[in-house]
């Protein structure tokens, strides 16, 4: 089979815009997980200074105990979430950084059909 300059060029021309896109679309998830990263700290200091007002409020040992038991259940449930949300959005960041790959294989695999 040979191969025209027409049909690499075709190629080479769909790979660019490809790319083009796919840098795009990797620049707003970067966003996306710095956006998420910083909402994150905010409400972490905010739950924070909570959590020390409130124990400086304290009345008896047992209540500083039971805020801060509160405080630790809280942050453990929040920063998992926060995990697995952050695992979503660098899962979406992988699919989209192989998707060029994917797409310049299944272009070599139809040639040689």
Known sequence: ????????????????EAATTVTSSLAKSWQTIAAEATEYSKKSLENS??????????????????????????????FVAQATKFGELYSNLAKEAFKPVESAIAKVQSFKE
């Open 49 to 78: 200074s909570a959590f020390l007002e409130k124990l400086l409020g304290a009345k008896s040992f047992e209540s500083a105990i039971q805020i801060q038991s509160e405080y630790a259940k809280n942050s453990y449930a929040g």
């Open 1 to 16: 089979m040979a191969y025209q300059l027409d049909d690499f060029q075709k190629i080479g021309k769909e790979q660019l």
